[in-house]
């Protein structure tokens, strides 16, 4: 008998995307993803087997690395 596991879904950490998920969610193309994994640049990405993941969490610290605070004067 299979029981789901609840905590699974809730850890941005065990969440992944393919890469046209991961472009629709922090607003870039796929094709721009591809390039910055050939680059090694950010986001991190997983290789499993064959296969592009990203973890949600991932994006998300990426995401914040973007942030730019305003000068305050």
């Given at each position: 008998?299979?029981?789901?596991i609840?905590?699974?879904?809730?850890?941005?950490?065990?969440?992944?995307?393919d890469?046209?998920?991961?472009?629709?969610?922090?607003?870039?193309?796929?094709?721009?993803?591809?390039?910055?994994?050939?680059?090694?640049?950010?986001?991190?990405?997983?290789k499993?087997?064959?296969?592009?993941?990203?973890?949600?969490?991932?994006?998300q610290d990426?995401?914040?690395?973007?942030?730019?605070?305003p000068?305050?004067?």
């Open positions: 008998m299979n029981h789901p609840s905590h699974v879904q809730q850890d941005p950490k065990l969440i992944t995307m890469e046209r998920e991961a472009a629709a969610i922090i607003g870039l193309t796929a094709k721009t993803l591809q390039h910055r994994r050939y680059m090694r640049q950010p986001p991190t990405f997983l499993v087997g064959r296969k592009i993941r990203y973890r949600l969490s991932d994006l990426y995401l914040d690395a973007c942030q730019v605070q000068d305050r004067t």
